[in-house]
């Protein structure tokens, strides 16, 4: 559920930064545009990132949560 308000805030905050832009440039959508592709990254890399990752409980000694991520060698490599 926390995953799911980031990825919310992200695209909040990308919107209104778009909206921005479209604001200070005099209504050209060209601008703002730009800057929503670009902002809108983050929530699509921590998406990608949330689906591939999966929680798990550290074992003795070690106490916490971790994660592990179900890359193949090629995807890394790219």
């Known amino acids: 559920?926390?995953?799911?308000?980031?990825?919310?805030?992200?695209?909040?905050v990308s919107v209104f930064s778009a909206g921005r832009i479209y604001a200070i440039w005099g209504a050209n959508w060209r601008p703002a545009s730009i800057v929503l592709s670009v902002a809108l990254l983050v929530p699509v890399t921590n998406m990608y990132h949330y689906a591939l990752s999966?929680?798990?409980?550290?074992?003795?000694?070690?106490?916490?949560?971790?994660?592990?991520?179900?890359l193949s060698d090629a995807q890394f490599a790219r």
């Not at 929680?55 to 916490?64: C, E, I, N, Q, S």
């Open 1 to 12: 559920m926390e995953e799911i308000m980031v990825i919310l805030v992200y695209v909040g």
């Open 54 to 70: 999966k929680p798990a409980a550290w074992p003795a000694p070690f106490v916490g949560c971790a994660e592990t991520f179900s």
